[in-house]
C-alpha cells in the first residue's frame, strides 16, 4: 500500500465543549433552534400589526423612504427627521440631531418591494385604486375601516416589515448568545442560553419590536454582539481579518444607534473582567501601558474636539439657504495619515491597535454624523412634549432624573404596566426631599460602588452591571438631555446587563437548592416555565396593543391617564373612528368622547398644538362652527404655518361658502350672512368670503355693507373682476334722484 501524504498541514478545530448542566441539550445546535422557536411564538402576533406612534414620520410620511432606493443617498446625509420637518414647514429642534440611517435603509428597500414612488416620495392621489376603475373597491379597503384614503396605501407592505422586525430580534439574540458562548461563558453555557432567552423573552422589548420605527434597537444589537465577537476573537487569533471585522461591525453599530459608542469602553472592562487583558490597578496608572493608553486616547479626543468645534462654529454662522460643508467625513482620513505617523510608533499590543482602530471607526462615524445634522438646533425646543424639563427648576430636573433610573430598574424586574409614552404629565415632577428618589439614588450610587468591587476582582456580575449602567447613562438624561423623559425601548441595550446579573442568580439559587440534579432541574424548569408563561402572556397583550395608533393609545390612556400625548392622541382616533363603518351608528358619542380627551389635554398643556387642531375637526364634524373656529384660531395662533391646519380651512371655507350661497338661493339671507361671516373670520387674506358677503349683502338691500365688503375684496385681490363689477352696479343704485324744481303758482 502506497504511503499517502499530504502537501499542506491540515488545520485543527478544537470541539467546543458541551457545558449545559441545566438545560438538557446534547448538541450546540439546539439552543438556536429553541431561540428561533420562542423568537416567532412570542412576536408572531404582530405579523397583522399596520403601524402605531412614530413610525409614520420615519417611514411611510419620509420622503426618502417612499422612494426606495433612490432615497438612500438623502438617508445617509441628512437627519433622520428632515423629511418631516420638511413637510410640517419647521426646522429642526432637536439638539445633535438624529442620525440612524442603517434601519432607514432596510425600510427604503423594503418600499422597493412593497411599492416606491421615485419621482417625489409622495403617494399619488387615490393611490388605493389599484386596479384603476376609479371606484371603491372593497379589496382597496387595506386597513378594513370602510373608509377609502391615503392610510390604505401607508399601511401596505406593513407585515413584511414587521416580519424583518421579528427575523432581526431572532438574529440579535442569537448572535448575542454566540458571543457569550464562545468568550465570556465560555466554560458555563448555561449561563450564556439562559441571559439570551430572558432578553429573548422580556415584554419591555414588545414595543421595540412591535414598533416599526425601532428597527434601529435591533440592527444595533447584531451588530454590537459582532463587535464583541470579534474584539475578543481577534485578541484570542491575532489576524487582518478579525481587526477588519470588529471595525466594520462597530461602525455598522453606529450606524444603526449611536449609543454604541460605550462600547470603547466596555470592551476594554470586557477585557479584563474575563481576563483577556491583565494589569494591576494600583500601579496601572505608572506603568508604560498606562501612558500608550492615554496617548491614544489623548489623540483621538482632541481630533475629535476638533471637528466639533468646526461643525458647531459652521452651524452658528450659517446663513439661510446657505448648504452646510460637507468636509467633515474627511477629517478621519487624515487623521489616520497622522495616527500612522505618531500613534502607530507607540502601538505595541493587539490591545492597542484594536482600540486604535475603533477609535478612529468612532472619528469616521462621527464625521458622516456632522454632515448630515446640526448640533446647534435651528430653534430652540420650547415644546414641553420634547422638553420635559422645560418647566422644571434645576432641583426638581435631578430629583426626576434619578427617580426615573428607579422607574426603569422596576421595569426590568415587573414589566407591568407598560406604556408608549412617559412624557409630560405622565411622571410629576421630583425633589431630593422625594423618598422614591432618595431610594433611587442610594440604591443607583451602591450598585455603582457594588459593580467598581466586582470588576476589580474580575467578577462577571461586575460587567452586568458596567453594561447596565452604560448604556443607562444614554438614555437617562444625565450625559445630556435627549428629549424624552423615559421611555420603553430606550432600555433596550441596558437590558443585556439586566439579564446577564437575572440569569446568573436564578442559576447560583437553583443550584444552592439541596438534593440531586433532577431536583434541581424541576425546580429550574418550573421557575422558567412560570417565567415564560407569564413574559409570553405580557408580550402577546402589548403585540395586540400596537396594532395601530387606535388600539395603542385607546388601551395606554387607562395606563397614563394624564399624559398630555397619549391623551391627543387617544381623542384624535376617536374622532377618526367616528367616520369609520363600525362606529358610523355612534358616530356623535365617538366624537363626544373625543372631545373629552382632548379638552383634558389642553388643560395640562394649554399650549398644545395638536389638541386645538383635533378639537377644531372635531368640532366642525359636529357642526359646532363656532367652537371649530375657536380652537382653530387657538392653533394657528401657536404654530400659523401648520399644514394640516391649512388644509382644514380650505375644507371649512369651502363648506361655508357653499353654505352662504345654499341659502341665498332659498332667500335665506339672514343665515347667509351668518354662514359667509365666518368665511372672513376664517382667512381674512381670501378674497372669495368678502366677495360672497358683499353678494348677500346686496341681495338683501343693504347696499353700505356689499360696498364696504366688495371694497375688501378688491384691496385683497385688485384685479377682482366680480367685485369691482358689483361696485359698479352700487355706484348706480345708490345714486340720489336729482329733485325736481317746483310748479309755480
Partial sequence: MAKQTTSAKQPVFKELKNTFHFFPFKNQTA??????????????????NEYALDDGIIIHQNDHVIKGVKGIK???????????????????????????PLSVVSFAIEQEFIGAYPKDGLYPAQ??????????????????????????????????????????MIIGVMLLYLFF??????EWHDLAFLAAIIFLMHPIHSEAIANVKSRDEMFSLIFISLTFFYSFKFMNEKSNKNLFLAAFNFLLALLSKEYAVVLVMLIPIAFYVFKEIDFDPKTFIKSKEFKQALYLFGTFFACALLMLMVKRNSDIHILPGQKPTTSYWLFPFVYLIVGVFLIGTKIKTKFATLMSWHFFIMLFYL????????LKPGVPDTEILNNPYLLATQHEQWGTKVYVLLKYFTLCWFPHPLSSDYSFNTIQFRTFASWDTLVSLFLHLGLVYVGVKLILKKHLLGFAIAVYFAFLLMIGNILMDIGATMGERLLFHSTIGFVIAFAWLILKGVDKIPGTLMTKRVVFFLLLGTMTFLY???????????????TLFLKDVETVPNSVLVLGNAGARYIDLSDTKNFVAHREESLEKGIKYLK???????????????????????????????????????????????????????DLLNRGYQKAQRGQLDSAIYELRKTIILDKLNPEGFYNLGGAY????????????????????????????????????????????????
Wanted: charged residues 25%; positive net charge; proline residues 4%.
Fill in 31 to 48: 439552543p438556536f433552534i429553541v431561540i428561533i422557536l420562542l423568537g416567532l411564538i412570542f412576536n408572531l402576533t404582530s405579523l397583522h
Fill in 74 to 100: 438623502d438617508i445617509m446625509t441628512k437627519d433622520a427627521y428632515e423629511s418631516f420637518y420638511r413637510r410640517m414647514n419647521a426646522t429642526d429642534q432637536l439638539a445633535g440631531g438624529r442620525y440612524r
Fill in 127 to 168: 393611490c388605493w385604486d389599484t386596479n384603476g376603475n376609479k371606484a371603491n373597491d372593497v379589496e382597496e379597503d387595506t386597513n378594513d375601516d370602510g373608509v377609502f384614503n391615503e392610510v390604505d396605501c401607508q399601511v401596505k407592505g406593513a407585515s413584511l416589515r414587521h416580519f424583518v422586525n421579528i427575523i432581526s
Fill in 181 to 186: 458562548r464562545n468568550y465570556i461563558f465560555k
Fill in 367 to 374: 464625521g458622516m454624523r456632522l454632515v448630515a445634522v446640526k
Fill in 536 to 550: 409570553g402572556c405580557k408580550t402577546w397583550e402589548r403585540n395586540w396593543d400596537w396594532k395601530n395608533d387606535i
Fill in 600 to 654: 383634558h389635554a389642553i388643560e395640562l398643556h394649554p399650549r398644545y398644538v395638536n389638541g386645538y387642531l383635533n378639537l377644531g375637526l372635531g368640532s366642525y364634524k359636529l357642526k359646532r362652527d363656532r367652537d371649530a373656529l375657536f380652537y382653530w384660531k387657538q392653533a394657528e395662533y401657536l404654530y400659523p404655518n401648520n399644514p394640516y391646519l391649512r388644509n382644514y380651512y380650505i375644507v371649512f371655507y369651502n
Fill in 698 to 745: 346686496y341681495q338683501n338691500k343693504q347696499y353700505d355693507k356689499a360696498k364696504y365688503y366688495w371694497e375688501q375684496c378688491v384691496k385683497i385681490k385688485p384685479d377682482h373682476a366680480q367685485a369691482k363689477a358689483g361696485l359698479a352696479t352700487i355706484v348706480t343704485v345708490t345714486v340720489p334722484t336729482p329733485a325736481q324744481p317746483a310748479a309755480k303758482k
